[in-house]
C-alpha cells in the first residue's frame, strides 16, 4: 500500500513539467529544479546531522564537486560523467582527511562542528586563492555544448533537468531509507548517543563514523555538479564556504533531519520563502528572508526540535494510533 | 585466563591504579572489590580497552589486550558493564540487546539471529523482550539488568561486571547475585565482579582481590581476606559483615 502510493506520488512528480502550469512555467520549473537538488544535498546531510554528526562545513564537498567537473571540463574537455565519480571520490578522499582524525581522537560535538565550519571556509579561501584557473570570487561559467549534448549533460530545456534532479533526488531519499532501515541505523544512533557504551558491545565506533560521513560527502559533492550542470556558472559564495553550509543546515532543521522527507521540506520553504519575498519585495528588504528563517529557527528549535515536517508527522502519527499503555 | 602484571594508571599526576597484578582463572568468579575510589572501575576500563593503562601488561587467553580498541576486545570475549547504568535511550530495550548481540561477535550475527539471541537474554535476566519496552521505564534494578543482558549478549568469555548491586534493596540484591551465579554456572562464563559493600559478594564469590589506593592490598578466599588486617584498616568506618 505504501509502496503503490510511493510510486503514484513519483510517477507524479515525473509529470509536473508536462503540465499546464500558465505563463510562469519556466519560473516554476526553475524553482522545482532547485528545490530537489538542495533537497538532494539536505537529505545527505542529514545522513549524519541525525546522527549527531552536525557538520556546519558541507559547503567544502559541494564547492569540490562542481569545481572539480566544471574545471575539467572547461580545460580538458572531460565530459562530466568521468567528472562526476572523481568529484565523489575526491569528496570522499577529502572527508576521510578530516574525518579520520576527528573520529580517531574523539573530536565530537561543537568541537566536530567548528572543525567542519573551517574546512568549509578554507576551501571557499582555496578556490579563491586559485584564481587562475577557477576565476576567485568572480566565479566560472561552464563552457556552452549547445542546447542539448548528452555527453557534456548540459540541456536547454528545464524539463530535461527537472526529471535529472528529480531521480537523483530519489536516489538521495533511498540511500537515507536504506541506512535507516537497517542495524546501521541502531547503531549509528548509538554512537550518537554515547560512543563509549557503543564500542564496548562491540560496534566499531570510528568506522561507522567514518563511512556516514564519507557517504554523506560524496552525495554532497554530486549534487554540486547537478547545480553547476544546471546553473552553469559557479562562485565560491554560493557553493562553499560558511554561507550554503548554514543554508543547508537551517533548512533541515526547519524541516527536520530524523524523518526522510523532512530535509526536502525543509528546503522547499526555505527556497519558497525567499523566492516569494524576492519576487513580492524584490531588493527593497534584501535580507529579510534571512531575517525570517532565522527567527522561524530559533522558535523551531525551542518548540519543534523534531523539525516543521517531523514534528506534525508525529502529531498525526500520534492521532492515528494513541499509545498502548505501557505493560 | 585473565593475568593483570603490573597494570598501572595515572590521571595527570594522579595514579588511580599502581602495579596490579593478578590472575583470574577458567570458570571463576572473583570479586574486585575496595573502598571508593581505590581503582576498581579504572581497572574495568583498562582491561575493556576503555583506558589505554599508562604501564603494564594485559593478557587474555595469552594475548596481549592492553591498549587494543575496546570493539576489538569485545570480540575477543570481554564484555563489561558500567557502575552507572548507560543504556541507549533512543532505542528500545529489545533492540539495545540486539545490537550487542549483532555487533559484539568476530563474525557479525544477522538480524533475526542476533534478536532472538536478545530475547534469550532478556528471558534470562527477566526484562520484557516486546518492541515497546524502553529503557526509559525501567527502574533502577531493571537499568542494571539492561546492562547485565546487553554484556551478555556479545558472548563473552570473561563477564567485568561494575556494581550489579549498587542502588538496589535487599530482595534485589538477593536475585542479582543469584543471577551471576547461574551465568558462571549453567552458562560457563568467568566473571570478575567489583563491589564495594563486601557482604553480599563474600558470600558467593569463590576469590577476592582487594584494592585500595590503586594498590592490591589482599588476594584469597573471601574468609580470610574478611579477616586481613590491612583490609579491615582500608575499609576503616565500613561495616564488614559476613553472613
Ligand atoms: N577519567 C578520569 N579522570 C581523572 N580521574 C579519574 C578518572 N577516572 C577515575 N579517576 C579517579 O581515579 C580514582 C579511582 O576511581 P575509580 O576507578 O572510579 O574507583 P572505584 O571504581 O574503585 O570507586 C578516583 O580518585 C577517581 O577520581
Ligand atoms: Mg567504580
Known amino acids: 500500500m505504501k509502496r503503490l502510493l510511493a510510486l503514484v506520488g513519483v510517477a507524479l512528480l515525473a509529470l509536473v513539467p508536462w503540465l499546464p502550469l500558465g505563463p510562469a512555467r519556466l519560473y516554476i520549473l526553475h524553482v522545482l529544479v532547485l528545490v530537489l537538488i538542495w533537497a538532494f544535498v539536505g537529505t545527505a546531510w542529514a545522513l549524519m546531522g541525525r546522527f549527531g554528526l552536525v557538520s556546519l562545513g558541507h559547503g567544502a564537498f559541494l564547492g ?7 574545471l575539467l571540463w572547461n580545460f580538458l574537455g572531460v565530459s562530466p560523467w568521468i567528472g562526476t565519480p572523481l568529484a565523489a571520490g575526491l569528496a570522499v578522499l577529502l572527508a576521510l582527511v578530516l574525518g579520520y582524525p576527528c573520529f580517531r581522537f574523539r573530536v565530537v560535538g561543537h568541537y566536530f562542528a567548528l572543525v567542519t565550519l573551517a574546512l568549509g571556509e578554507v576551501i571557499r579561501l582555496l578556490i ?3 584564481r587562475d584557473w577557477t576565476g576567485g570570487s568572480l566565479g566560472l561559467t561552464l563552457k556552452d555544448a549547445g542546447a542539448f549534448n548528452l555527453a557534456a549533460i548540459q540541456f536547454a530545456d528545464k524539463r530535461i533537468f527537472y526529471l535529472v534532479a528529480l531521480a537523483v533526488w530519489l536516489v538521495g531519499l533511498w540511500v537515507w531509507w536504506w541506512v535507516d532501515r537497517s542495524m546501521t541505523r541502531s547503531a549509528l544512533e548509538a554512537i550518537g548517543e554515547d560512543e563509549t557504551a557503543a564500542a564496548s558491545v562491540g560496534i566499531p565506533v570510528t568506522g561507522f563514523k567514518l563511512r556516514i560521513t564519507l557517504l554523506s560527502a560524496g552525495l554532497t559533492a554530486v549534487g554540486g ?5 544546471y546553473v552553469t556558472y559557479i562562485n565560491p559564495g554560493t557553493l562553499a564556504g560558511i554561507g550554503v553550509s548554514l543554508q543547508i543546515v537551517f533548512a533541515v532543521v526547519l524541516g527536520g533531519m530524523y524523518t526522510l522527507l523532512g530535509p526536502t521540506v525543509g528546503t522547499a520553504l526555505t527556497i519558497a520563502l525567499a523566492e516569494y519575498l524576492r519576487v513580492a519585495f524584490g531588493v527593497r528588504f534584501l535580507g529579510m528572508a534571512d531575517t525570517i528563517y532565522g527567527l522561524a529557527l530559533v522558535l523551531i528549535i525551542i518548540f519543534l526540535p523534531a523539525g516543521l515536517y517531523g514534528g506534525l508527522r508525529e502529531l498525526v502519527l500520534r492521532r492515528a494510533a494513541p499509545p498502548r499503555a505501557a505493560t | 585466563m585473565l593475568s593483570l602484571e603490573n597494570v598501572s594508571r595515572t590521571f595527570g599526576g594522579f595514579r588511580a591504579l599502581q602495579g596490579v597484578s593478578f590472575e583470574v582463572k577458567q570458570g571463576e568468579l572473583l570479586g574486585l572489590i575496595g573502598p571508593n575510589g581505590s581503582g576498581k572501575t579504572t581497572l574495568f576500563n583498562c582491561v575493556s580497552g576503555a583506558l589505554r593503562p599508562s604501564a603494564g601488561s594485559i593478557r587474555f587467553r595469552g594475548e596481549e589486550v592492553g591498549g ?7 570480540h575477543r570475549g570481554i564484555a563489561r558493564t558500567f557502575q552507572i547504568p548507560r543504556p541507549f535511550k533512543k532505542l528500545s530495550v529489545l533492540e539495545n540487546v540486539a545490537l550487542a548481540a549483532h555487533f559484539g561477535h568476530m563474525t557479525r550475527e544477522p538480524d533475526a539471529a542476533a534478536r532472538a539471541r536478545a530475547r534469550d537474554v532478556l528471558r534470562l535476566v527477566g526484562l520484557p523482550s516486546d518492541e515497546a519496552a524502553r529503557p526509559g521505564l525501567l527502574g533502577a534494578a531493571g537499568l542494571k539488568k539492561l546492562e547485565l543482558a546487553r554484556a551478555l549478549a556479545t558472548g563473552p568469555a570473561l563477564l567485568l561486571a561494575d556494581e550489579t548491586l549498587g542502588g538496589l534493596d ?5 536475585q542479582a547475585a543469584g543471577l551471576l551465579r547461574r551465568i558462571r554456572d549453567e552458562m560457563g562464563i568467568t566473571i570478575v565482579w567489583v563491589e564495594h559493600i563486601m557482604a553480599t559478594l563474600m558470600r558467593v564469590v569463590d576469590r577476592v582481590v582487594v584494592l585500595d589506593h590503586g594498590e592490591k592490598i589482599a588476594e ?7 579477616e586481613d588486617p590491612r583490609v579491615i584498616e582500608a575499609y576503616l568506618g565500613e561495616k564488614l559483615v559476613l553472613g
Open chain 1, 225 to 229: 555538479v547537478l547545480y553547476a550542470q
Open chain 2, 220 to 226: 584469597g578466599m573471601p574468609r580470610e581476606v574478611a
Open chain 2, 68 to 74: 587494543l580498541t575496546p570493539d576489538r576486545i569485545c
Open chain 2, 170 to 174: 535487599l530482595e534485589e540484591m538477593r
Open chain 1, 64 to 70: 569540490l564537486g562542481a569545481y572539480t567537473t566544471t
Open chain 1, 128 to 130: 579563491i586563492a586559485e
